[in-house]
């Protein structure tokens, strides 16, 4: 890497942007961290682009003068993918978060990378239509594709990964391309779009996202089943996809998780076990035969204490509840921060690696309430530790290192939506061997000078 | 590219392989060729590699003397992909068949490149799953990932795209590498699964592949439904769709087509109007409500004659005259052969875009029925030409070329499925733009020496 440049950067950027480049010390902080336990470090800018053609300046001008240029959404990412470890200039896309287009017969709407999830939902509310992603954080959706992020109904209709069709990208030399088109599929050319969505910002800068969308369900039916056993719950799981049951939620909790739930909740009180909490979605007479048959399989795998949620509102607070599970976790113990992870593993595999995870979690000391999208054999942990304890937060690394590891010892990944960012860095080798080579020829090849979110998930040397 | 050393290839690899290297006429011209009215070109010789051993070894004596390396299925390409247009060694994947595992739980199987998808079906039979993607043809699952080969049913199962889970494969300079995992999702790293799908043996050979499966559904319908316009028939998919209808599968046939159906299926006899072939998955009350959901949409939309095929042998004589489509757009001209092509568009505009080609194609003089995956959509036509006969094939040519500029047009691709491979070279520019400039990049990172299937999807200077 060429050493970059950054007060010309800084004075042609002002140039261009007038107001809209800030060097202030709040603007920089934010900038400067995310929502993990990476250490934070400062860009030496932030540049708020309007449009694909600012983007494209700001980044030849960056290239220009071998300047590090790291994308940032809204900063909800759980691993420091948006920290500046060498500096640079932070491009928030605050200000392109315009709906480009809805378009209803084909499914599919045309946003700006700056649209968060909640926003696209509320403009699509009189639709008819949704977009399904959803990460727990309203984070944007350009920073949801950067991240392959995915969520509580990928069970049922995809990660990020199956809801972006097409993509408009700055490369690093600030030219502008599309990839992929508003088609539903097409055989013409390499994947481009897949290559970008989970690049975390190591390729280029996404401008503009075309994104799949669904039908609201006629009726949505939720409820909470307590196990004895994770074992049961994941088994009551596997069989219910191996049936077909097309569930459009189905979150794991486990018992210390319900506990925190139970303390933050004090109006629902479940029982300290095992629960999943499931959706379903479909015409009135379908959402009811798949609960039909999902008790069914329930009640032969040992769950019981259905609990439902038929009003509107009674669901949303269930949901509410799951996605504050961070919140949840800390009520455990006041004081505390989570310090988070999260893994994958073939479905077949889950509750051995919970099994063993909770092992760990046991040997650590420490407190760590479990969180799972067990359709997707994927699940999160909270390690809850003092700020500033040094010690814990060596245990907790050490915890969710052996996590990690047994999820590559068990055919998984070591993140299903967190990404690598700054965090799981050191598992690149393990997990993809000669792959991981590679993915750096390909970041050499597109980013020869490593001015893209520079020092993340791929390395040059 | 070097100029390849051609002889010592060849003694090298016999030295390996014995009489798994032929240079017999018969075999060479079998590889020369695929489906498609390109003109056939003969490998040097053709390798039959056993394991991914043998073709990691393979492929480095080739990258050793720049001798180019063609994968090879078993032909059913319809663009040219498989013809070695430069000479070189035919790696056939025929020995590659064996189904390595089978996942019950994760409903996923591991297979070699050379098992064909009615293999597969029939070694899965007992599971009660089922993999999904159908091109028609029993195209090697290799193949159709290195194709991205979508079907009759990737309106509800997805296409190539979306059920390869992760895939081992050999580079071109040898080495061999996996990409993924059995894990359902995954954050970690570049996509080098999507990246090899759909690259059409440009970039390395696909030696394994991990596949979704499906539960079988408990009960399936299929009818056929008559429509007095195209448009008509489009409209029902699009409100079915929107309504959330889990069409299994739904094809578009037009009238000329469904003449050579009649012509080809005594026993049939269907109205010549515009139809859909139609099929729904379910538990029996969800298959019999979606059935109900779509008549209710048909009715309003001019759809008449549903024609059930209820019985297992009257559906399977349905699919088959569906999938013989290319033999009954035959029999509308006795002793012509079929110049194919496909494009695909989003889907409110496929109307448009079928009722233009339809005027082109009456412009051309020629026959040339339609048959389209229209959840998709996605539509194929079969041009009817006389064998030898060159005003006829130039006029065939300029007919597809005009069908394939009216999908770019209308915001679409010129190939849904059958890939680039020679027949689609030329679109490159105009369908990708800078994108086709970065597929050049990437491929000459990953290839440098430019063996892997040269002069293909992507033209190294």
Redesign the interface.
């Known amino acids: 890497m060429h050493s970059p440049d950054i007060e010309s950067t800084v004075s042609a950027l002002r140039e261009l942007l007038g107001e809209r480049l800030s060097t202030g010390a709040s603007v920089l902080a934010i900038h400067g961290r995310d929502e993990a336990y990476t250490p934070p470090a400062l860009p030496d800018a932030v540049a708020f682009p309007e449009s694909t053609r600012e983007v494209s300046e700001i980044v030849k001008i960056c290239a220009a003068h071998h300047c590090p240029v790291i994308p940032f959404g809204v900063g909800t990412s759980l691993e420091g993918h948006v920290i500046p470890i060498h500096g640079g200039i932070s491009i928030d896309t605050s200000r392109m978060k315009r709906v480009l287009d809805v378009?209803?017969?084909?499914?599919?709407a045309v946003v700006q990378p700056g649209v968060t999830r909640t926003q696209l939902n509320e403009e699509l509310r009189a639709t008819?239509l949704m977009f399904t992603v959803d990460p727990g954080a309203d984070a944007t959706i350009g920073g949801m594709a950067a991240?392959?992020?995915?969520g509580t109904n990928?069970v049922r209709y995809?990660?990020m990964?199956?809801n972006v069709l097409a993509l408009e990208v700055v490369?690093p030399d600030g030219?502008?391309?599309?990839?992929g088109?508003?088609?539903?599929?097409?055989?013409?050319?390499?994947?481009?779009t897949?290559?970008f969505?989970?690049?975390e910002g190591t390729?280029g800068i996404i401008t503009e996202l075309t994104v799949r969308l669904?039908?609201q369900?006629?009726t949505i039916q939720a409820a909470t089943c307590a196990f004895e056993t994770v074992e049961g719950a994941v088994d009551a799981v596997?069989l219910a996809?191996?049936?077909?049951i097309?569930l459009a939620r189905v979150e794991l909790l486990d018992e210390v998780q319900m506990k925190g739930l139970n303390i933050k909740n004090p109006d629902m009180q479940l029982p300290e076990k095992p629960h999943l909490f499931l959706e379903f979605h479909?015409?009135e007479?379908?959402a009811q035969?798949q609960v039909e048959?999902f008790k069914s399989i329930s009640d032969e795998l040992g769950g019981s204490e259905f609990q439902w949620a038929t009003k509107a509102e009674d669901r949303n607070r269930l949901w509410k509840a799951r996605h504050d599970a961070y919140y949840a976790a800390k009520a455990l113990r006041p004081g505390c921060e989570g310090f988070v992870t999260d893994c994958?593993?073939?479905?077949?595999n889950l509750a051995e690696c919970i099994a063993r995870t909770k092992k760990a979690i046991a040997a650590s000391g420490l407190i760590a309430p479990i969180v799972g999208h067990v359709?997707?054999?994927?699940f999160h942990l909270v390690i809850l530790i003092e700020p500033d304890n040094a010690e814990e937060l060596r245990r907790a690394n050490q915890l969710a290192e052996s996590i990690n590891q047994l999820?590559l010892e068990l055919?998984?990944?070591?993140?299903?939506?967190?990404?690598?960012g700054v965090g799981?860095k050191h598992?690149?080798q393990a997990?993809?061997?000669?792959?991981?080579?590679?993915?750096a020829?390909?970041?050499?090849?597109?980013d020869p000078n490593n001015i893209m979110n520079p020092g993340k998930?791929?390395s040059l040397n």
Chains 1, 2 share one sequence.
């Not at 030219?175 to 990839?179: A, G, K, L, V």
């Open positions: 378009n209803e017969q084909d499914l599919d008819g991240t392959r992020a995915s990928t995809g990660a990964r199956e490369l030219e502008i391309i599309e990839t088109t508003r088609a539903r599929k097409s055989a013409a050319g390499y994947d481009l897949h290559l969505i989970g690049s390729l669904f039908g369900p006629e596997i996809i191996q049936t077909g097309p479909g015409s007479a379908s035969e048959m994958c593993v073939p479905i077949s359709g997707d054999g994927n999820a055919g998984g990944t070591v993140t299903g939506e967190h990404g690598v799981k598992y690149r997990e993809h061997g000669g792959g991981y080579t590679l993915m020829t390909i970041k050499r090849a597109i998930l791929v």
